[in-house]
């Protein structure tokens, strides 16, 4: 081994110690805190989706009493939009 070998290998062990610190410093807790940033997005995401599929079901119910008022035979229209404002909301 030459000069320079006797002091590679505790220069070797020192990098290594100092990556492992620095890796659980501040690596590892920025990517916990990383993760619970992705985890708050996908519940968000999730609940979004749901008022979402919540309106759609609603304005389908409209669109199909609608299409039952347009498509019915001899149904004088204004009298049935007269019963439909004295109805319940369905929700």
Known sequence: MGPGGVFLIPLLAISVGLVAVIGGVIVKPWLAHREKQ??????????KAAQ???QTSSLEQRVRVLERIVTDRGIDVADEIEKLRDQPPLN
Not at 38 to 47: D, F, Q, T, V
């Open 52 to 54: 979402y599929a919540s």
């Open 38 to 47: 992705m985890e708050l997005e996908a519940k968000m995401i999730a609940e």
